[in-house]
């Protein structure tokens, strides 16, 4: 991985459970009460409980090891907390309606907007084999442990998540083996994971076109969060002709973990993705790096980071999640980072481009504003 890495094996255990596994379809959730939407007629009729997903994390280019795999997501063993509805609530012009998680499965053609929803020990919102499903200025908050995601999707098609508020949650929107998933335009703060979860946006096994992560702004607060990546792409593939887009995004805040980045692209393989001018300052151990895959590009990001103790590496590439990667394109990103500013690894193909990206480039913190997330 280069001589510049830490020393160290990152060694994970997963836990494995008789009745799961990483590559399992259908997971269990702690809750025994699926709940419809609130704002519309149409409602889930299924008896199926609510389903919850294994979760994956980044690994990072610590040493020239082999990468800590994935984790499956342990059956929780307490029940879930279900906080009941009180008076609305008003923040930037939206009021919200106080609602208890909501739990949809096979639910098709419906919007789910202005609830306010405190998740405790299960995901805010829970979608499994939905379609066509919009979720548009709800508040997303307090939910705890791996279960805890803002929305979790598990074999969903054209879901719209935006200008949504989601804080305080294990991870704010998790996709597994679904397609056409655009999370856009949404305010997130303090990812508290604990590791597999700290992200703000996963994809695990997502494919197809339609793909999107854009313009959503994002935040961890020192001693408020415990975030990993802020944007992981794992294992997930667009198509040639509409690439998985991760575009516009403004991702502040990281560490103390030495095992996230602001984006990573291509963990464990993947293809057809494409990360382009998005801001990331101090996100942690890295700013953004290709992990492995095939046909992906870095185009045109500003990536800084001041001198923290987990602070390493800028902007990187190469086979670090143990998938080979190649055709890698990555060019006119500006780094200013602490201590490395651009780093591939050895032994892999230099990407193209690499030689128009600026190292130590005039840039500071001030790329982003002070004020970032005003949803409350």
């Given at each position: 991985?280069?001589?510049?890495y ?6 994970l ?14 997971f269990?959730d702690a ?6 939407a609130t704002?519309?007629?149409?409602t889930d ?8 997903t294994?979760t994956?994390t980044?690994?990072?280019p610590?040493?020239p090891?082999t ?5 499956t ?13 009180t008076?609305?609530?008003i923040?930037?012009?939206i009021?919200y309606k ?5 739990n949809?499965?096979?639910a098709?053609?419906?919007t789910?907007s202005g ?11 829970s979608?499994?084999n939905?379609t066509?499903?919009?979720?548009t200025?709800c508040?997303?908050?307090n939910?705890s442990?791996l ?5 979790n999707?598990?074999?969903?098609t054209?879901i719209?998540?935006d200008s ?8 704010g929107?998790y996709?597994?083996q ?12 303090n990812?508290?994971g ?10 695990n096994?997502?494919?197809?076109g339609g ?5 959503n702004?994002c935040?961890?607060?020192?001693g408020?969060?415990n975030c ?7 294992n997930s593939?667009?198509?040639s ?7 516009g995004n ?11 980045s ?7 393989g993947g293809?057809?993705?494409?990360a382009?001018?998005?801001i ?7 700013g953004?790096?290709?992990a492995g895959?095939t046909n992906i ?6 990536i800084?980071?001041?001198?923290f103790a987990?602070?390493h ?5 190469g ?14 990103n500006k ?22 990206n600026v ?7 001030s ?9 409350h």
């Amino acid at each position: 991985m280069g001589n510049y890495y830490k020393t160290g094996i990152f060694i994970l255990t997963c836990f494995f459970f008789s009745s799961c596994s990483k590559s399992d379809a259908d997971f269990p959730d702690a809750s025994k009460n699926p709940v419809s939407a609130t704002k519309t007629a149409v409602t889930d009729t299924s008896k199926s409980a609510t389903v919850t997903t294994p979760t994956a994390t980044t690994p990072k280019p610590a040493a020239p090891t082999t990468p800590k795999p994935p984790p499956t997501t342990p059956k929780p063993t307490a029940p879930p907390t279900t906080p009941k509805p009180t008076t609305p609530t008003i923040a930037k012009g939206i009021v919200y309606k106080l609602s208890v998680p909501l739990n949809l499965n096979g639910a098709h053609d419906l919007t789910i907007s202005g609830d306010s929803i405190n998740g405790g020990s299960v995901a805010c919102i829970s979608l499994y084999n939905c379609t066509n499903i919009h979720i548009t200025k709800c508040k997303l908050v307090n939910a705890s442990g791996l279960n805890g995601v803002g929305i979790n999707m598990n074999k969903c098609t054209n879901i719209l998540i935006d200008s949504n508020y989601i804080g305080n949650v294990a991870t704010g929107v998790y996709a597994y083996q679904s397609q056409t998933i655009q999370v856009k335009s949404n305010q997130m703060k303090n990812m508290t994971g604990p590791l597999w979860r700290g992200q703000f946006v996963q994809f695990n096994s997502v494919t197809g076109g339609g793909n999107v992560v854009g313009y959503n702004k994002c935040e961890n607060i020192q001693g408020e969060s415990n975030c990993e990546d802020g944007i992981s792409i794992y294992n997930s593939s667009g198509l040639s002709t509409d690439p998985i887009n991760i575009i516009g995004n403004w991702l502040r805040g990281g560490g103390p973990s030495t095992t996230g980045s602001g984006i990573t692209l291509g963990d464990q393989g993947g293809s057809y993705i494409v990360a382009q001018n998005n801001i990331i300052v101090n996100t942690g151990y890295i700013g953004m790096h290709v992990a492995g895959g095939t046909n992906i590009q870095m185009l045109n990001n500003t990536i800084y980071s001041g001198a923290f103790a987990w602070s390493h590496l800028g902007l990187g590439s190469g086979n670090y999640s143990g998938k080979v990667s190649s055709n890698i394109t990555i060019s006119g990103n500006k780094v200013n980072w602490n201590p490395i500013n651009i780093y591939y690894q050895a032994g892999s193909v230099m990407p193209t481009g690499w030689g128009t990206n600026v190292s130590n480039a005039a840039i500071s913190a001030s790329v982003l504003p002070t004020t970032l997330i005003d949803f409350h």
